[in-house]
């Protein structure tokens, strides 16, 4: 099929052929930081290697209100959102072929292009990709660059003949589903990144959707002690979550000293700590004082500063520490991800405190999860039909 008009019903995923009236999507533009504003898109005309996703909802992460406050905007109008999951609406007969799917699936689509043949691309690592990279990611692409519907704030997002779409399991609802992105994350930060180990003791720092994910996956790969960290009134119901996913201990660096408690609580020092906390500049010191001897730090996501109070290079030195950065996530981290959000091991995770909006209220939400206003949900995600 060459055109949007072969679109199938599927039973039980509820999606509705295109009519051929149906020309244009609603979308969510960031024109500028802090102006959110929707438009309507043309919608492409889909040949035999792209498609179209019917998107039921998108996640969302701290990239999403960095976006919005500017301390991520890439200086052009764009459509956000880079956690997607739809029903595959349309799809030409090569791609449909390259990716596995057909239409009425629900899938969730990989935030980065990939050209599939380059080393970075066959071992997963779509961010390196030498004929992509980062120009071209989801959620982060110029509306100007056709058809601008590069983003899951839209009812519609084209899925170019570079995407990665993967397959989510029979019954899974699309909006738990969404943890696929920062659930791959957990997995590869805490876990495939560190190399974390049966019996290891491992620190979170930050208790956001990215921590708890950390905490399930690091406790799934064996780690023997896992102790998150949170800062204030507004963390206590996360890290009550936390305690949920099997961390042993929870502790609140407003009111007691992180490394006292791993001390008195896990009776050493860190194997691995994973920072994945926001606007918490001194999280860094304290990661390298949470480190054992010879352990590892990842720093995971970005932070939009330079301050590190309380950051002493010389105890990376001394302690002969592993610093390591984490950008994205893997293909195959994804994939592993989808799997463990349908197995019963996730279900603290799935039932985390949510809000759902539609386009209409997506601003407010991501306001919220700035910090600005009500306290956040611990999961945010956006139903563009809602
Ligand atoms: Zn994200
Ligand atoms: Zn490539």
Not at 34 to 57: K, N, S
Not at 89 to 101: L, M
Not at 353 to 358: F, K, L, M, Q, S
């Amino acid at each position: 099929m060459t055109d949007r008009q072969g679109a199938v019903t599927v039973a039980g995923v509820g999606v509705e052929p295109l009519s051929e009236t149906v020309t244009s999507a609603r979308a969510l533009v960031l024109e500028q930081p802090r102006y959110l504003v929707e438009h309507r898109l043309a919608l492409p005309d889909i040949g035999d290697d792209d498609g179209l996703l019917r998107v039921e909802a998108c996640g969302l992460c701290g990239t999403d209100h960095e976006q919005y406050t500017g301390e991520l905007f890439g200086g052009f109008p764009f459509v956000p959102g880079h956690e997607s999951v739809g029903v595959i609406e349309a799809v030409g007969d090569r791609a449909a072929e390259r990716w596995g799917v057909q239409p009425g699936e629900r899938v969730a689509l990989a935030v980065f292009q990939s050209c599939r043949a380059c080393g970075p691309c066959q071992r997963g690592d779509f961010r390196a990709c030498r004929a992509h990279g980062l120009t071209d990611m989801y959620g982060f692409r110029p509306i100007d660059t056709t058809p601008g519907l590069w983003g899951g704030y839209a009812q519609y997002q084209y899925l170019a003949p570079d995407s990665t779409v993967m397959a989510v399991p029979q019954g899974l609802d699309p909006v738990v589903a969404t943890l696929f992105n920062p659930l791959g994350a957990g997995i590869r930060w805490g876990v495939t990144v560190p190399g974390t180990s049966p019996g290891d003791v491992v620190v979170v720092l930050g208790p956001g959707i990215r921590g708890l994910s950390v905490t399930l996956a690091a406790k799934r790969a064996g780690a023997g002690f896992v102790l998150v960290t949170g800062r204030g009134a507004r963390d206590q119901q996360r890290l009550a979550v936390a305690k949920r996913l099997g961390a042993d201990a929870v502790v609140d660096v407003e009111h007691d000293d992180p490394v006292q408690t791993l001390r008195s609580s896990a009776g050493r020092l860190a194997d691995v700590v994973v920072d994945v906390t926001a606007r918490a500049p001194s999280a860094l010191g304290q990661a390298v004082a949470l480190a054992r001897r010879g352990g590892t730090v990842v720093l995971a996501g970005t932070r939009g500063s330079t301050d590190t109070p309380g950051f002493a290079p010389d105890m990376v030195v001394f302690k002969e520490l592993r610093l390591l950065g984490a950008l994205g996530v893997d293909v195959g981290d994804y994939r592993a991800a989808l799997d463990l959000l349908a197995s019963p091991d996730a279900a603290p995770l799935i039932d985390v405190p949510r809000r759902v909006v539609g386009l209409g209220d997506a601003e407010e939400l991501i306001t919220t999860m700035a910090g600005e206003g009500d306290a956040p949900p611990v999961h945010g995600v956006i139903e563009p039909w809602r």
